[in-house]
């Protein structure tokens, strides 16, 4: 069965890290587009980031320069490395299997001091 | 960016109705490679978004037959030929075919 786990959540003050998990199973990481897109209580979907099977990252203008995703082939996981959180990060932050087809049940970040 | 707007953003329908949910891109969706990448989720209250359909008309395994998508370019149109209870929730459209990546607003559906 193809199921993504994300974990890493929490409440964190404003301009600190955290760093979110995504594990896979039923398919392998490294084979396909990996995303990461998140939603503000009560907004909308946004996309973050994405990484290609060859490695290469893109990211949301919003989030260019704090947020770096990575994978780790071993374990089939895909991380979010978030630094200088902001108050605006504050969303459920889902993992998304870029072909847009599996989706995690989301973890809570909420950036508060 | 590509901007992708969705019409009504709210949408009450009565059980068994129809409904018709409207999604327009700043640009042609048209790839290099010939396809549309345009697909639309439903997003159920408290949880993760599903996708219906993909490729502009594509419906997803398991999405009942009464969805449908079609479109082209810029315009495109999510339709739910009867309305059932569990059909409730948000609706978005989205696109894959520039970066980054964008979705339309939503469209809350509701039972009048």
């Known amino acids: 069965e193809v199921q993504v786990v994300e974990s890493g959540g929490g409440l964190i003050q404003p301009g600190g890290s955290l760093r979110l998990s995504c594990a896979a199973s039923?398919?392998?990481?490294?084979?396909?587009?990996m995303s990461w897109v998140r939603q503000a209580p009560g907004k909308g979907l946004e996309w973050v980031s994405v990484i290609y099977t060859g490695g290469t990252t893109k990211y949301a203008d919003s989030v260019k320069g704090r947020f770096t995703i990575s994978r780790d082939n071993s374990k089939n996981t895909v991380y979010l490395q978030m630094n200088s959180l902001r108050a605006e990060d504050t969303a459920v932050y889902y993992c998304?299997?870029?072909?847009?087809?599996?989706w995690g049940q989301g973890t809570l970040v909420t950036v508060s001091s | 960016d590509v901007v992708m707007t969705q019409s009504p953003l709210s949408l009450p329908v009565t059980l068994g109705q129809p409904a018709s949910i409207s999604c327009r891109s700043s640009q042609s969706l048209v790839y290099s490679d010939g396809h549309t990448y345009l697909n639309w989720f439903h997003q159920r209250p408290g949880q993760s978004p599903r996708r219906l359909i993909h490729e502009v008309s594509n419906r997803d395994s398991g999405v009942p037959d009464t969805f449908s998508g079609s479109g082209s370019g810029t315009d495109f149109t999510l339709k739910i030929s009867r309305v059932e209870a569990e059909d409730v929730g948000v609706y978005y459209c989205?696109?894959?075919?520039?970066?980054?990546?964008?979705f339309g607003q939503g469209t809350r559906l509701e039972i009048k």
């Open positions: 039923g398919f392998t990481v490294s084979s396909n587009y």
């Open positions: 989205m696109q894959a075919t520039h970066w980054p990546i964008t």
């Open positions: 998304v299997r870029a072909a847009w087809d599996y």
